[in-house]
């Protein structure tokens, strides 16, 4: 057996640091010794593998795992997972987890003043195809207060953890919505030294996935590392 | 064409609610070859206090040495009811557990063999981009001439090898600590 290949770094100011005193949990929660340079050995290249027994049809729509439909505007999210070499990543597990229309999570410790929905659970599971595509059909979640600091307001969002090929592609990131007024003052989009960066976090209205007269869609495309050198085709003999 | 790496966020603290269908404590069921071992701690932030939102995740390989994955071609045997990977979410004291196996030894960088160990993934809120450990398994004598341990300065090695819980061989502790006195060594990935 050879030597692996390993993964790109992240670029430059494209990633938060771990430090970032505007989000006030960062700053007992980051380390504070340097980290060590931690090669890509087998152990990284290597990660779980799921399979289509790992999902079930139902967990890609957040609309349907209750007796009733959610209250909210019905939206379809999809795109791609792609690595940084533009090759699709198949077989993907996402999973995403998000406040309901009214900005409440079902969760214990959200005492947000606002209503839970007994027809929304606000978690979804699913595999990307050969072509990296995925799909989900959920309710547009709402806007919610967080205490960060005076008056402070999350913008709308989806969580979208990801395991790609290798453990070090594993991302876990969260998707904006175009022309939210409230993303220009949220310091974990702020986290983000890169504009542009910052930027490919807010999905993109897609007129050609929504459901005529049901559901508005949204597209948001994700990418994970690429190889460091792309890895040379062997012939076949 | 070349694209940059989506940018890593926050789970935030609602992450139990995408997390916990999925959770994976006791990685080797039955029938399952390999000196079983639990590896359980707690996870405690810069003032020492336990975490109780934090998702720990591990990957390893089989007893012989072998990961459950396309691109492990060593000629070992796998194990089809061994994954590798578990998920825990931590509880009110910050703590998680895992039942599993000692993992094999696998090959490192330049020909080099490395000692048994567990990788180890860590997000929580307030963590903008998750952290990644490794734990290694007391007094093997492999961890001596592994070459990922020897990246790590002498006087901090000690935050990545368990210890055996009192009494009992096969449960082995292991703290994390995000930040702070004895703090865990994180690896730049």
């Known amino acids: 057996m050879t030597g692996v290949t390993g993964y790109r770094r992240p670029y430059f100011e494209t990633q938060p640091a771990y ?6 949990s960062t700053v007992k929660r980051s380390p504070s010794r340097p980290l060590v340079l931690l090669p890509h050995t087998l152990s990284e290249v290597t990660g779980p593998v799921f399979g289509y027994d790992d999902v079930k049809p139902t967990d890609g729509d957040l609309t349907r795992q209750h007796e009733g439909e959610p209250i909210g505007e019905r939206i379809v999210v999809s795109g791609r997972v792609l690595d940084e ?16 229309a009214a900005g409440r999570y079902r969760h214990a410790v959200d005492d947000h003043d606002a209503p839970l929905d007994p027809n929304f659970t606000g978690a979804g599971r699913v595999l990307t195809d050969a072509e990296g595509r995925y799909r989900f059909v959920t309710i547009k979640p709402g806007a919610y207060p967080w205490r960060n600091h005076y008056n402070a307001w999350r913008p709308a969002h989806l969580h979208f953890s990801l395991f790609g090929v290798g453990l070090v592609q594993r991302l876990v990131t969260q998707m904006y919505f175009p022309g939210d007024p409230l993303l220009q003052y949220d310091p974990m989009v702020n986290s983000i030294p ?11 209205f897609d007129w050609e996935t929504t459901i005529p007269d049901i559901a508005l869609a949204f597209r948001f495309d994700v990418v994970l590392r690429g190889r460091d050198a792309t890895p040379m085709e062997t012939a076949r003999s | 064409m070349s694209l940059l790496t989506t940018a890593s966020q926050t789970v935030g ?4 609610i995408g997390f916990e269908p999925s959770v994976i404590e006791n990685l080797a069921p039955a029938g399952v070859s390999g000196e079983r071992v639990t590896l359980s701690g707690c996870v ?4 020492g206090k336990p975490v109780n939102d934090s998702i720990v995740e591990i990957w390893q390989a089989n007893a012989q040495g072998k990961y459950a994955h396309p691109e492990d071609a060593q000629d070992k045997p796998v194990d089809a009811r061994f994954r590798g990977f578990g998920r825990s979410l931590t509880a009110a004291d910050g703590s998680y557990r895992f039942a599993t196996i000692k993992p094999g030894r696998v090959p490192g960088p330049g020909g080099t063999l490395q000692a048994p160990h567990i990788v180890v993934t ?7 981009k998750h952290l990644i ?54 690896f730049d990935y």
């Open chain 2, 13 to 16: 603290p609602y992450v139990r």
């Open chain 1, 85 to 100: 070499n533009s090759r699709p990543v198949a077989h993907a597990l996402i999973e995403i987890w998000q406040a309901n």
């Open chain 1, 194 to 204: 890169d504009q542009k960066a910052r930027a490919r976090l807010v999905s993109a």
């Open chain 1, 19 to 24: 430090l970032y005193p505007g989000y006030r």
């Open chain 2, 133 to 186: 450990t490794r734990v290694y398994f007391p007094d093997d004598p492999a961890n001596a001439e592994d070459p990922v341990l020897k990246l790590v300065p002498a006087d901090r090695r000690a935050t990545l090898i368990a210890r055996h819980s009192p009494g009992d061989k096969s449960a082995l502790e292991w703290n994390v600590r995000v930040q702070g006195q004895d703090e865990t060594v994180f």
């Open chain 2, 122 to 128: 860590i997000f929580m809120r307030g963590l903008l």
């Open chain 2, 44 to 47: 405690t932030d810069g003032d």
